[in-house]
């Protein structure tokens, strides 16, 4: 029902763009947003965007990263410039209704997730 796509391996520095696309099937999305998990770590949260157009960083991503969206389309993107082997990760989409920003329970909706690779 989510789908991303774009992720793949690149160098540092590098840029890369994330897109997510939310499937007719789901209704009355308001928000969505990007996670991520690296190895052995836990899911992170990286951005939000609500419907309204609010927008919402971790701030380990915040000034390289850029979360946008396309409302009638369903659709969520996520720029991702300066890129280093850190950001290595599955990201995944999520989206809801009315998710609390941040808190990965209150996301009803996730994609497969899209591997990136950033190497050094």
Not at 48 to 55: A, I, L, Q, V
Request: glycine content about 8%; aromatic content about 12%; charged content about 20%.
């Amino acid at each position: 029902q989510l789908v991303e796509s774009g992720g793949r391996r690149v160098q540092s520095g590098q840029s890369l763009r994330l897109s997510c696309v939310a499937s007719e099937s789901i209704f009355n999305i308001n928000a969505m947003a990007w996670y991520r998990q690296a190895p052995g770590k836990e899911r992170q949260f990286v951005a939000h965007f609500s419907r309204t157009g609010s927008t919402y960083y971790d701030d380990s991503v915040k000034g390289r990263f850029t979360i946008s969206g396309d409302n009638a389309k369903n659709t969520v993107w996520l720029q991702m410039n300066s890129l280093k082997p850190e950001d290595t990760a599955v990201y995944y989409c999520a989206a809801d209704s009315a998710p609390m920003v941040r808190v990965e329970d209150s996301y009803s909706y996730w994609g497969q997730g899209t591997q990136v690779t950033v190497s050094s």
